[in-house]
């Protein structure tokens, strides 16, 4: 659900408690494990962990007033969506996350193309989200998007 919030602080306070506790703790995990470089901020109405327009001036799109996005994390109604951009991007790494969540959750993820969708009431793998973000450095993230956009637009 699409939230008005300036902050993520504002994000996460607006809120029901239940949800309080497993955004928190997600985000506490991203941040802890996240790789240096991503720059948290709201964008899209999410909390969003995105390469900062000073590391990577071309912007999301090649639109330079756009940081690039990585990760997205979301209050839904039904569930929390983490959005994770390398998932889509990876093919390596989205057999790996699958594989892993199967062995350590007993069943397979709730997952689109790029996005996680974790239901409260069951359990959560926080530690598997945090290996999964570990994964792929601003760097690495960048020149997935360059092999992507091999010519300007």
Request: net charge positive.
């Amino acid at each position: 659900m699409k939230s008005d919030a300036l902050t993520v602080e504002d994000y996460i306070a607006a809120l029901p408690s239940d949800r309080q506790i497993v955004v928190n703790q997600l985000r506490r995990i991203i941040l802890t494990r996240l790789p240096p470089g991503f720059l948290e901020m709201m964008d899209y109405g999410m909390i969003a962990y995105v390469v900062p327009l000073s590391r990577y001036p071309k912007g999301y799109r090649r639109n330079p007033k756009v940081p690039l996005p990585f990760l997205n994390l979301a209050n839904q109604k039904k569930y929390v969506s983490l959005y994770h951009m390398g998932l889509y991007a990876d093919t390596t790494l989205n057999a790996w996350f699958k594989e892993a969540y199967r062995s350590e959750v007993g069943k397979a993820p709730d997952l689109g193309k790029a996005c996680l969708r974790l239901n409260p009431a069951q359990e959560i793998p926080y530690d598997l989200i945090g290996d999964l973000v570990s994964k792929i450095t601003v760097e690495a993230w960048i020149a997935m998007v360059e092999s992507v956009h091999t010519t300007p637009r």
